[in-house]
């Protein structure tokens, strides 16, 4: 048995997924962090693997880009595979001048226009959070690999591209710290099957200064949240 998006079979997937957007990532992740790899996903090139690190057993699933791309696989791993920890890995814009490019953000909870949070809820405004035992080990956990993080609210959006003047500031001014695109359906979702989700960011651009990393910077920085996240799983 496989779900539609998904086509591994029951028992191939760990109980923790990795989910980073881009399914190369989650190729590169597989190819240099994990042993044993098993590649258990090739629908519409969103490559999962299943693998060991340090002993334990880990799986990594590209989600694609958005919120509705993400629903689709979150709710796929946990209602068809009984997944029980989903743990977000991605990039985001920061929207507070002060943080740095390449810092890792943890985020708590993730405000956002998700039009699908607003039908499940009659047009009334969930509090989408992240599970509050796997955001306290993953702080513990930045702590003892000696990696600065942030911790607080972000803002999930289903539009990347926009011609809304001054569209982050009431954000900025409510402390919200970084832009992305999936991570307030996935806590939602998780939320609502009973699984446990948690969301990694690491900052690529800062939208307030215009800061932008290069593809080198990025992917040295990408490796200190992915240090976080496999020694969670």
Not at 54 to 78: C, F, P
Not at 205 to 227: C, P
């Amino acid at each position: 048995m496989s779900s539609i998006h998904i086509e591994a079979k029951i028992g191939e997937i760990a109980e923790t997924v990795l989910l980073p957007g881009d399914p190369l990532r989650a190729k590169f992740v597989a190819d240099n962090f994990l042993t044993d790899v098993v590649c258990y996903n090739k629908v519409r090139n969103m490559f999962g693997y299943t693998g060991m690190y340090k002993g334990k057993r880990v799986s990594i699933q590209g989600s694609g880009m958005g919120m509705g791309s993400a629903a689709i696989y979150v709710n796929e791993l946990i209602t068809t595979y009984k997944v029980k920890n989903v743990i977000r890995v991605g990039t985001c814009g920061a929207i507070q001048k002060n943080i740095k490019l390449g810092q890792v953000l943890l985020a708590m909870s993730a405000s956002g226009d998700s039009g699908a949070n607003a039908a499940y809820f009659n047009g009334m405004h969930y509090a989408a959070t992240a599970d509050f035992d796997l955001l306290l080990r993953a702080y513990q956990i930045a702590k003892d690999l000696n990696i600065h993080t942030i911790q607080g609210s972000i803002f999930s959006t289903d539009t990347f591209y926009d011609d809304i003047p001054n569209r982050w500031d009431i954000w900025e001014k409510h402390g919200i710290i970084g832009v992305e695109m999936e991570s307030q359906i996935l806590f939602t979702i998780a939320k609502r099957l009973g699984a446990k989700a948690l969301s990694l960011l690491t900052v690529s651009d800062n939208i307030v200064t215009g800061e932008a990393s290069a593809a080198k910077e990025r992917e040295q920085s990408y490796m200190d949240m992915m240090k976080i996240a496999l020694e969670l799983a």
